[in-house]
């Protein structure tokens, strides 16, 4: 069964009106099981997140040169040369354990044209600019179909936003909080009648009820429902509306997923773009961003001491502010890494400087390493995978580099 069939048959339920508590889909998670007993969490930052105020290089005088009134608001001392944004102070103690780390003057391959589509593309794709547009499988999947153990039975999907990180020919699935398919006992079995002589939809009908009580059954706290349940924890569920209890409602579904078969869960966040008033925007863009790692951090439980989470963005943004107190689309960023798997407690990177002749195009922060090295390290890390199968396949032409040591 393909990802595109069963999201597509998703879209019917909808049209044939189906029960379904649908809601714009911000926040699709998608996972996949395998034999190893690491886990491995993506995170895409959508926006394009600035780095240089998340992880700011306050030791560097070109900062506040830069930024003027922005760069004195302060930050959480991280070491002498960078300071963490106030927003994510909740996440010090892990700083503290070293389950919390940075990677600084990162990006992808690509440059100038400045689009958050062609620069979200080239990141789930994992590819060079050259193939823009062309690649349509992601670099986690492309990581999955040389493991073994991934079978159809271990990778689902519902969801309506595609990812295109995990998308490919390895079997994938996704599931979203906003999506619950409530069918009465009546209607479920009319259903399978109508579909019975049809496999592929009939398959496709017994994952996606299979797939809607195990979210139900969540938030109603476990446990077998019926109809009347189905659609009590459906209204619960429909209840928050802020950013905070939708991302609250994926991070759980994938932490206990993660605790159990699956190895790999992917999620992405919105709400970096900060073209105007970044002090306002930018703290309420990274609440999510803490309470997706505490969530995870606490949801774990155990598996956290096996767990890498690697949050990353699109590109960077410039170094200094516009006249609306915003900042516009640049090129290097910073990549957020988490989890007891990592060597935390430290901001990785070649510093490359803000003095204005070492800015790239003299307007954003100069890249020094492929965002790419630093997750192939992490996969090589944590899967043991063939160096050369990761430069060659999973980021097609990509060199790693040096080992930056990010797994324990």
């Not at 389950?99 to 990162?106: D, P, S, T």
């Not at 499988?137 to 990581?143: F, H, K, V």
Request: negative net charge; contains cysteine.
């Amino acid at each position: 069964m393909t990802d595109t069939s069963r999201r597509a048959f998703l879209g019917r339920s909808l049209a044939l009106g189906c029960s379904l508590a649908a809601s714009p889909l911000v926040t699709p998670v998608t996972m996949a099981s395998a034999p190893w007993d690491t886990r491995l969490v993506v995170i895409i930052l959508r926006g394009a997140m600035d780095g240089l105020d998340v992880v700011r290089p306050v030791g560097d005088p070109g900062y506040a040169a830069l930024r003027g009134e922005a760069a004195p608001q302060g930050g959480l001392a991280l070491d002498g040369m960078f300071a963490l944004h106030p927003g994510l102070s909740g996440l010090m103690p892990l700083w503290e354990k070293g389950e919390l780390g940075f990677v600084h003057a990162v990006s992808t391959p690509y440059r100038d044209k400045r689009s958050h589509f062609d620069g979200q593309d080239i990141l789930e794709a994992g590819t060079g600019q050259d193939a823009l547009g062309g690649q349509r499988d992601g670099w986690l999947n492309r990581m999955l179909q040389a493991m073994p153990g991934i079978t159809a039975e271990t990778a689902y999907a519902v969801g309506r936003e595609d990812m295109l990180i995990l998308s490919g020919d390895a079997p994938v699935a996704n599931w979203s909080p906003e999506a619950a398919l409530a069918l009465s006992p009546q209607a479920q079995r009319l259903l399978e009648r109508v579909m019975h002589d049809d496999p592929l939809f009939r398959a496709t009908l017994d994952e996606a009820i299979a797939l809607s009580q195990t979210g139900m059954a969540e938030l109603a706290g476990g446990g077998t429902l019926d109809a009347a349940d189905m659609m009590n924890a459906m209204q619960d569920n429909m209840r928050p509306t802020r950013d905070r209890d939708r991302v609250g409602s994926v991070v759980r579904f994938a932490a206990e997923r993660l605790r159990g078969d699956s190895r790999i869960a992917a999620f992405s966040l919105n709400g970096f773009d900060t073209h105007a008033h970044q002090e306002r925007h930018l703290a309420r863009a990274l609440a999510p961003l803490q309470e997706a790692v505490l969530t995870l951090r606490d949801e774990l439980g155990d598996v956290w001491g096996k767990t890498a989470v690697l949050a990353m963005t699109e590109f960077g943004r410039t170094a200094r502010l516009n006249g609306s107190r915003g900042t516009d689309h640049g090129t290097a960023g910073a990549m957020l890494l988490a989890g007891g798997a990592i060597r935390g407690g430290q901001v990785l990177g070649d510093w490359p400087g803000l003095a204005e002749a070492n800015l790239y195009q003299r307007r954003d922060l100069m890249p020094t390493r492929d965002v790419r090295a630093i997750a192939g390290w992490a996969m090589r890390g944590l899967f043991g995978l063939d160096r050369a199968h990761v430069e060659g396949t999973i980021f097609p032409g990509l060199e790693l580099g040096a080992d930056p040591k990010l797994i324990l």
